[in-house]
């Protein structure tokens, strides 16, 4: 295996376990009432999603499970074919608050984020960062295979 290919295996596996850590400590934030700043943002795109069925703690009960789910999907590698399903889905679902609740992340849309929607805004970085870990699974999955785990792909390079 040539070092280009050697350093981005790594790399890849060092983005994976850096993109499980994020989830796992800001879906166990959302276990504890008061202590994640997306709290209130998070929980009122729920309940607006869900046309108030759920109530607010109902809904972060859910978004840290979701997320401590996608979270330990990334750092031990495993759910192949539903972990892009869930992250993704968990991407547009951060996004929906730009379009449906502008005024918590915007001061002057789209020109002037709050803080909320700066926090919005930089999960294109996740987002990124979730495709380049999960495309080769998905690119296997696309020619008609099961999508294949890293240590899988560290073997076909």
């Known amino acids: 295996m040539s070092d280009v290919n050697s350093a981005s295996i790594r790399s890849i596996a060092v983005l994976r376990l850096a993109l499980g850590f994020v989830f ?11 202590l994640s700043p997306a709290e209130m943002l998070a929980t009122q ?3 607006r999603l869900s046309w108030q069925w759920l109530d607010a703690q109902t809904a972060l009960f859910l978004l840290a499970v979701f997320e401590c789910v996608i979270g330990l999907g990334f750092l031990l590698d495993v759910l192949p074919r539903l972990l892009p399903v869930l992250f993704f889905a968990h991407m547009l679902g951060t996004a929906v608050p730009l379009f449906v609740m502008p005024e918590f992340a915007f001061k002057i849309a789209p020109f002037a984020p709050t803080l909320e929607g700066q926090y919005i805004i930089k999960n294109l970085v996740l987002a990124a960062a979730g495709w380049v870990v999960l495309a080769p699974g998905l690119m296997a999955a696309g ?6 785990r890293r240590a899988e792909l560290e073997g076909s390079m």
């Open 24 to 34: 796992v400590y800001f879906g166990l934030l959302k276990f504890f009432p008061d």
């Open 143 to 148: 020619r008609g295979s099961v999508p294949l």
């Open 45 to 47: 795109t729920i309940m």
